[in-house]
Each structure stands twice: as structure tokens, then as C-alpha cells.
């Protein structure tokens, strides 16, 4: 699983690790304390979770405001079963397409927001039809590949809404991290260039709102992604399930 990244105007990355079931606290402070030892702070929570995810806002609430928040945590697309969190929910579903809805809600509205998706969303689903897999016979690809498309969705939304925050979303390729897996053939060192620019950029494009890119450029994305209705309706059906509705 990748993590969410917060950043302040001071360019100190402030990173939130989410290993749920897999790592504590401490562990994930030493992890990130490793991979950026800049960072002012480290928050864990397990993003499977309505109820967590609703305190991991709230201990981020804590900190300030932020410029920027990348939306980056994720689980892949290999899950060869449907595994069901507490709350009754689709693992892939409450991680990748909830989680950011939630934390998007309840953060105080940053600068910027960026939300990490997928080439892949371009084969998701947009009747929204069957959130939870009750219809349809699980599929692992399927399903992550619904859940990117939810993710630009959400940005696109949020770029309507909030005429004051610059959102956008990306693609990073397909790189070798532990999702990706080692014959993947992209750059891994292009791969994080594109949300830092989003989130530090004066560049006029980087600070545009409803975009999508690949390395820095704009990229076509699926075709419903840009219908209002089906954005509205995406935020409804999150604003149903968590019980939390989206400020305006």
C-alpha cells in the first residue's frame, strides 16, 4: 500500500503511512523517518476503516492548513477475492474510491489536492451501478480499475466545486514498486515527478484546476469522466455510505 502525502508551504513533507494489519506506529515512523528524514510528522491509520479514516482527519486537522495533499494510498489490483472490511465494504473500494472522498470532506481545504490514479481508469465502470461487487462476479483488475476512475471522478468534482483549490489527477505509468511489480517498464524515477509538481509548481499549468496528466502533460481520460451528473452521483453514493456529507 502507498502512502498519503501532505506538504506545507515550507516544502516539509508531512507523510500519513497506512499499513493496516501489517505495520504499528512505530514501525511506520521509522519507515518514513528512513525514506524522508525531513518529515515533521508521521500519522498512521488504517484507511479500510470509515471510523478511522474519520480520527486520521481529525489528528491532520490538528497540524493546519496545508498547501497541498497528494491522495496516494492504495491497494492493487490482485486481489483474487473479495475481502470485506468492517464496514461491510469492498477492501479495494474502501481504500482506493472511499478514503479519499472522506479525507477530501473533513481536511480543511488545502491549496491544492492531488489524487493519484491509473491509465486503468479509462476501463472502469461508470454506471456506479455495483459498488460493492453484489452483482457482478468478483474481479481484482476490474475493480481497481473502477476505483481509479472514481478517483478522477472525485478530482474533477472537486475542481467544479471548489472554485479556491487547484485538483487535479494523474497517472504516474506503470513503475516497478511492490503494486507494479518488477517487469514493470516505466520509469520509477519519473514516476513522483508529476504530483511534486502539482503540489509545488508555479508553472500556470500546474496551478489549473480539472486536469489530468502523464509526466507532466495533459492526457485524455475516460469519457464519462468529465459528466457532471456521474460526479454528482459518485459523491451522493460516498455522502450515503459514510455518513459524511461534502462541504461546500
Known amino acids: 500500500m502507498e502512502s498519503e502525502i501532505i506538504w506545507n508551504s515550507k516544502a516539509i513533507k508531512k507523510e500519513i503511512e497506512i499499513f493496516p494489519g501489517q505495520i504499528n506506529s512505530s514501525s511506520a515512523v521509522q519507515l518514513v523517518g528512513w525514506k524522508n528524514p525531513k518529515s515533521e510528522a508521521v500519522l ?6 470509515i471510523s478511522e479514516t ?3 482527519a481529525k489528528e491532520v486537522n490538528k497540524l493546519g492548513r496545508f498547501d497541498a495533499v497528494i491522495h496516494n494510498a492504495a491497494v ?23 478514503s479519499p472522498y472522506i479525507l477530501t470532506a473533513l481536511i480543511e481545504k488545502p491549496k491544492r489536492l492531488i489524487y493519484m490514479s491509473s491509465g486503468l481508469h479509462r476501463d472502469g465502470d461508470s454506471s456506479l451501478n455495483d459498488l ?14 473502477d476505483s481509479k476512475l472514481h478517483n478522477v471522478l472525485l478530482a474533477f468534482a472537486i475542481a467544479g466545486k471548489w472554485k479556491d483549490v487547484a485538483s487535479n489527477a494523474l497517472e504516474p ?10 517487469g514493470a517498464p516505466d520509469s520509477l524515477a519519473d514516476a513522483p515527478v508529476t504530483q511534486v509538481w502539482l503540489a509545488s509548481s508555479m508553472d500556470n499549468d500546474a496551478l489549473k484546476s480539472g486536469g489530468y496528466y502523464y509526466h507532466k502533460k495533459p492526457q485524455t481520460v475516460h469519457p ?6 456521474i460526479q454528482e452521483m459518485f459523491i451522493n453514493k460516498c455522502a450515503e455510505i459514510s455518513g459524511i456529507a461534502l462541504p461546500e
Open 44 to 49: 498512521t491509520g488504517d484507511l479500510a476503516s
Open 54 to 56: 474519520i480520527d486520521l
Open 76 to 98: 492493487g489490483y490482485r486481489e483474487s477475492r473479495k475481502i470485506m472490511t468492517i464496514d461491510g465494504l469492498p477492501h479495494v473500494f474502501a481504500i482506493n474510491s472511499l
Open 132 to 145: 460493492f461487487w453484489e452483482q457482478r462476479n468478483w474481479n481484482g483488475f476490474q475493480a481497481y480499475a
Open 173 to 182: 505509468g506503470w513503475v516497478a514498486t511492490k503494486m507494479g511489480g518488477a
Open 224 to 229: 464519462d469522466a468529465r459528466n457532471t451528473d
